[in-house]
C-alpha cells in the first residue's frame, strides 16, 4: 500500500475513532445486559418498570411533577445508554433552567403547549413555543428550560435521554441553595449580599 494511501487510510481511521468518542455516551459494556451479582436467573420482570402507571391514577398536580425511568429506578437500564422521564406542567408551571450533563434530551409534547428554549456556549438563546405533537432538542450539557405559560390547561412532556443517568444540574438550587457563600455571589451577579440572601430564602425547604 502506497505511504500517502496508508496515511490517509490512518487518519480515517483515527477521525472516526475521534468522532466515536466524542459522541459517545455510557460507556460500552461486554454482555448483553447487566444484572445485580446475587440475580443468576433475570426473567422479563426485570425488564419491566411499572412506575408510570402512576399517571393514569393520580390527579393533576399543583406544581411540576417529574416521574424519571432512569438507572436509579429502573436497573435494567445500567449500559443501555437510555432513559425517560414524563413531566407534568400545571398551568403557568416552569422547569427551571438546568442542564444534563451526560445527556441531550429530546423532548416530546404530547398536550397543551409549553415555551421552550436553550442557551449554547456563546450566550445565543434559542427559544420556541411548541404544541402537542412536536419535538424539541436540548443539546448536552446546555443550560434550558421548560414554562407552560398558559394560565388554564395543563402540559404533559415525554423526555428521551441518551444515558441511563443523565444526571440534572437545576441552576437556581446550585448557586443560591449550595452553601457558596454570600459575598462570592454578590460579587459574581453585581449585587448585595441582602438580595442574595433573600434569593437564598425563596429557595429554603418549606416546613
Known amino acids: 500500500m502506497p505511504m500517502a494511501v496508508l496515511k490517509s487510510f490512518l487518519l480515517v481511521i483515527f477521525s472516526l475513532a475521534i468522532t466515536r468518542t466524542a459522541t459517545a455516551g455510557d460507556p460500552n459494556i461486554l454482555t448483553d445486559f447487566i444484572v445485580a451479582t446475587n440475580d443468576t436467573n433475570p426473567d422479563g420482570s426485570f425488564f419491566t418498570y411499572k412506575g408510570f402507571r402512576t399517571l393514569y391514577q393520580h390527579k393533576p398536580p399543583s406544581t411540576l411533577k417529574v416521574l424519571k425511568a432512569g438507572l436509579a429506578e429502573f436497573p435494567a437500564l445500567n449500559g443501555q445508554s437510555v432513559s425517560y422521564a414524563v413531566l407534568?406542567?400545571?398551568?403557568?408551571?416552569?422547569?427551571?433552567?438546568?442542564?444534563?450533563?451526560r445527556s441531550a434530551e429530546l423532548l416530546f409534547l404530547v398536550r397543551g403547549s409549553l415555551q421552550v428554549g436553550f442557551v449554547d456556549t456563546?450566550?445565543?438563546?434559542?427559544t420556541q413555543t411548541l404544541q402537542a405533537g412536536d419535538l424539541f432538542v436540548f443539546p448536552k450539557g446546555l443550560v434550558h428550560f421548560q414554562y407552560n405559560a398558559d394560565p388554564h390547561k395543563l402540559a404533559l412532556a415525554i423526555s428521551a435521554f441518551g444515558s441511563a443517568n443523565a444526571g440534572?444540574?437545576?441552576?437556581?438550587?446550585t448557586l443560591f441553595a449550595s452553601g457558596i457563600d454570600d459575598n462570592v455571589l454578590a460579587i459574581s451577579f453585581k449585587t448585595d449580599v441582602t438580595t442574595i440572601q433573600a434569593l437564598k430564602a425563596g429557595l429554603a425547604p418549606k416546613p
Not at 456563546?122 to 434559542?126: D, Q
Open 88 to 101: 407534568d406542567y400545571p398551568a403557568g408551571s416552569m422547569n427551571p433552567p438546568h442542564t444534563h450533563p
Open 122 to 126: 456563546t450566550n445565543k438563546l434559542f
Open 168 to 173: 440534572t444540574v437545576s441552576l437556581p438550587n
